[in-house]
């Protein structure tokens, strides 16, 4: 199942860093390919329309709310 978005933090609707599928970061340069989910690690991968890296990384420590894409 593909994450759609990811929060990070405590407080969800006030402090917590939202990354959504598709959004734009980096001044527009890059947008978020995919938001993976393995080995209690969150990883936030990028592209520029050329090559995907790995932008962040947050362990299983950190408070996080994960969306799933649901396709009916």
Known sequence: MQIRKLSIG???????????LG???????????MIDYKDDSIKVW???GEEV???????????????FNINF
């Open 53 to 67: 890296i790995l932008w962040k990384e947050f362990n299983g420590n950190m408070p996080a709310s994960i969306e």
């Open 23 to 33: 959004q734009e970061v980096l001044g527009g340069d890059y947008k978020i390919h």
């Open 10 to 20: 405590s407080d969800y609707k006030g402090g917590a860093m939202h990354y959504i």
């Open 46 to 48: 990028i592209d520029n």
